[in-house]
């Protein structure tokens, strides 16, 4: 069992920028597969960014060039550094972890909000 914990919403203006953290308990974290979603109200819950544990990364169109996502294996965190901010990134941002070969292995952290006011 994989615990995700999130932190580093909160309201930001425009053009702002903003840090998420994920933390990871339970699980050799250097070996999952790592991504932020995120679902605005109404709407279904879309990628922003993953990052395999190889390093390699892949981002939404829509957060490319403004946000960059990483990890620290020895702080068995992920981040998801956001810049540049506007009021359609506005939502609730998930951590998520994929084991590698265990598809059924996936674990989602609570969420945490992000306000972009204009």
């Known amino acids: 069992q994989v615990q995700l914990v999130e932190s580093g919403g909160g309201l930001v203006q425009s053009g702002g920028s903003l840090r998420l953290s994920c933390e990871a308990s339970?699980?050799?974290?250097?070996?999952?597969?790592m991504a932020w979603y995120r679902q605005a109200p109404g709407k279904q819950r879309d990628m922003v960014a993953t990052?395999?544990?190889?390093?390699?990364?892949n981002y939404a169109d829509s957060v490319k060039g403004r946000f960059t996502i990483s990890r620290d294996n020895a702080k068995n965190t992920a981040y998801l550094q956001m810049s540049s901010l506007k009021p359609e990134d506005t939502a609730v941002y998930y951590c998520?972890?994929?084991?590698?070969?265990?598809?059924?292995?996936?674990?989602w952290g609570q969420g945490t909000q992000i306000t972009v006011s204009s």
């Open positions: 998520k972890a994929d084991h590698p070969l265990i598809a059924s292995m996936i674990y």
């Open positions: 990052i395999r544990s190889s390093g390699a990364t």
């Open positions: 339970g699980a050799i974290f250097r070996i999952y597969h």
